[in-house]
């Protein structure tokens, strides 16, 4: 049976979260465009503080990365500590490391307090070393991590392998304070909860213009327009405000999802439910959803010409794998785009007078995302800067961006075509 191109967590979402679209002209102390993670926990957090938000979302919620990603909740980013801390300054390298290892404590309490069922699961991720050179850069990670006091630990081959039913991996970074959740369903959960709390979203609804007008910021739709004091501009990869895009580096991500695995491979594959990723320049995920789906990842659109280069890649990576599964079929396919950086860290930019941009997670976005929407409400209630993250900076276009997307495209496909033939 051919497999579909269709999103499992849009398949298997718990609801479409159904609103209607803007209609005439509106005032709120708030105005978010954009429904995903960053801009769904600013307008919870701001409706909690009391204050009236509206959302526009240009689809539906979870429409963009939210609804899309692999679903790991990672503490902190990609780019290690140190790192963050050189490219930052001390002073706000820890202040941004700080905050981000924190993240999953947020998400993982929001999913409690608000009983949003999306799968939530505790038992850390997985960072697994494919090569010595790979097993040399998770002990950078983990001295790193130490010295942090982070409870990260570095698993051998055989205890990799037993967790992840591979034994593909020279080691494993775990990490405890990490996990995995149905992405699209803590989106939609997000979003519930706030409008539960007071705030309106209003979905099929996209921004088409903003400015502030010395006064207000005034936001238009097709069918009407919202004045607010503050604006979030909250669109990540998915935006469709700043054409041409000049903020960051789209790069795909395509996952494939077979049918629930039988009960004796699901014995062995991942029987923690652990999330995972590994230590390749063009990297690549998997996990286990919780009906048994073992789901494969990596950089790559299905969208383009390459699409089979990358189905045929999924098929030999997950028969390298797991060799043991003889049968099984990948019943769901799709890829999404992520907002990349050239530091790859995230970034908060000014739009003017209170008026914030929030972008550029550089596939870290769940616990970022969540925690920069919810930083981002203090800042509209309080307009202290001082609470954000990572300071506001004005924009700065980047460079060579089509140039960059292409040479990841690229990359992934030449990459895709070549690894693990045989
Ligand atoms: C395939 C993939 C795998 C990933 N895996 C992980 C992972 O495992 N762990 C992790 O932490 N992160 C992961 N990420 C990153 C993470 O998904 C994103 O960083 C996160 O979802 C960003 O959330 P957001 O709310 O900022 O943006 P989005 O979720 O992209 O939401 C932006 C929203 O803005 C809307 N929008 C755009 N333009 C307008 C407009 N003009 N008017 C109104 N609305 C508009 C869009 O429709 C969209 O719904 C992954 C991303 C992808 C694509």
């Not at 790979?134 to 006091?149: F, H, S, T």
């Not at 797991?322 to 860290?345: K, N, Q, V």
Request: aromatic share 8%; hydrophobic share 35%.
């Amino acid at each position: 049976m051919p497999i579909t191109n269709h999103n499992l967590w849009r398949a298997k979402a718990n609801d479409t979260f159904v609103s209607s679209p803007l209609k005439g002209n509106l005032h709120s102390d708030v105005v978010i465009i954009g429904g995903g993670y960053s801009g769904l926990s600013a307008a919870l957090h701001t409706a909690q503080q009391g204050m009236s938000v509206h959302v526009l979302e240009a689809c539906t919620v979870g429409h963009g990365g939210s609804g899309r990603n692999v679903g790991l909740v990672n503490a902190g980013l990609w780019t290690p500590p140190d790192e963050v801390e050189t490219i930052l300054g001390q002073v706000a390298g820890i202040k941004l490391n700080h905050a981000l290892a924190a993240a999953p404590d947020l998400v993982f309490s929001l999913i409690q307090q608000h009983q949003i069922e999306c799968h939530p699961l505790r038992h850390g991720t997985l960072h697994c070393a494919t090569n010595s050179a790979g097993l040399r850069q998770l002990k950078q990670r983990l001295a790193q991590q130490v010295k942090r006091n982070a409870p990260v630990t570095l698993l051998g081959a055989s205890n990799t392998e037993q967790r992840t039913g591979s034994n593909q991996f020279l080691g494993a970074l775990l990490d405890p304070r990490a996990g995995t959740l149905q992405p699209l369903n803590y989106a939609l959960g997000l979003a519930h909860a706030a409008t539960n709390a007071g705030a309106v979203i209003h979905t099929q609804s996209p921004a088409l213009t903003y400015h502030h007008n010395g006064q207000h910021w005034l936001v238009t739709t097709a069918d009407g327009s919202v004045t607010a004091n503050k604006l979030i501009h909250a669109t990540n990869a998915y935006d469709t405000l700043s054409t041409p895009n000049t903020a960051f580096t789209s790069v795909h991500y395509a996952q494939f999802a077979t049918r629930p695995l039988t009960a004796q491979q699901r014995k062995i594959i991942l029987p923690n439910g652990e999330g995972c990723w590994d230590t390749n320049q063009v990297m690549s995920s998997f996990r286990v959803d919780e009906s048994g789906r073992l789901i494969i990842g990596g950089v790559g659109s299905l969208d383009g010409k390459a699409k089979h280069t990358h189905i045929n890649w999924a098929h030999r990576q997950l028969k390298a794998l797991f060799p043991h599964i003889t049968e099984y079929e990948f019943e769901y396919m799709w890829s999404g785009r992520i907002a990349m950086t050239t530091d790859h860290l995230p970034k908060i930019t000014r739009l003017g007078n209170n008026g914030i941009r929030l972008y550029g997670y550089s596939g870290r976005g769940i616990g970022p995302g969540t925690t920069f929407g919810k930083a981002a409400a203090t800042w509209a209630m309080t307009g202290n800067e001082d609470h954000l993250p990572i300071a506001i900076t004005e924009p700065k276009p980047e460079s060579y961006i089509g140039l960059k997307t292409a040479y990841f495209d690229m990359g992934a496909t030449l990459s895709h075509w070549l690894g693990r033939r045989y």
